[in-house]
């Protein structure tokens, strides 16, 4: 190779490795933040719901940590509350709203705190928890109660209205699926059933909804 043919190739090289040629911008990636805390006296065998934003529910049964499953993005807002309160418990939450700081620091101090309600009212909470809904569908559930449950991503998905053994039909409950995502089929395990008073009443029911 002779000197005038080294010269264009060392010129091609710097082009290209100098940044001479195209060249994207990386895009960060969205900060977000996990949402937590602390559950203290709830009774043995008592369920308590909790919802962040009025769309995530969980299911807590136990005292001590929970988590929601889908964080929050930097400089959103978060507010946890009770759907109502567990059978037999009068339940508070403390720092339960806020907003996220832009460098998505994980919030962990949300505290619910329950104690033994004044006046017991035998009452339970109906869910259906859904898996295997494909994004941007919806699933509706009927309860025997004439109450409809849409449900618009996988979790935890709680009707309306509460069930009491006073009422007709009791404390019987019965979930059907009353409209299918479209282009899938919704399959229900555990969809009807009797919650006896007394003892062993239990104030949350767990439906299942596996959708393909």
């Known amino acids: 190779m002779n000197k005038f043919t080294v010269a264009p190739l060392v010129l091609a090289l710097c082009i290209v490795g100098c940044g001479g040629g195209s060249s994207t911008t990386d ?13 203290s006296g709830l009774s043995p065998g008592v369920t308590a719901l909790l919802v962040n934003n009025g769309t995530e529910t969980i299911a807590v049964s136990a ?48 505290a619910v705190t329950c104690q033994p309600a004044a006046i017991t009212l035998l009452r339970y909470n109906v869910g259906v928890t859904v898996s295997g809904l494909t994004a941007g569908n ?3 559930f009927a309860d025997d109660q004439g109450s409809i449950l849409k449900v618009s991503a996988n979790g935890l998905g709680v009707f309306p209205k509460s069930y ?15 409209a ?33």
């Open 180 to 212: 299918n995502p479209s282009g899938q089929t919704c399959t229900l395990a555990n969809s009807s059933g009797t919650n006896p008073a007394g003892v062993g009443f239990s104030n949350f029911i767990n439906v299942t909804a596996v959708c393909k």
């Open 63 to 110: 005292n001590g940590s929970f988590k929601f499953d889908h964080p929050v993005a930097a400089g959103a807002a978060y507010s946890v509350t009770l759907f109502g309160d567990p059978n037999g418990n009068a339940c508070k939450v403390a720092n339960g709203a806020g907003m996220v700081a832009q460098n998505a620091v994980d919030i962990s101090n949300v």
């Open 164 to 178: 009491s053994p006073l009422m007709v039909p009791g404390a019987d409950y019965n979930v059907t699926v009353s």
């Open 27 to 39: 895009i960060p990636a969205q900060k977000s933040a996990s949402i937590s805390g602390s559950m």
């Open 138 to 140: 919806s699933v509706n």
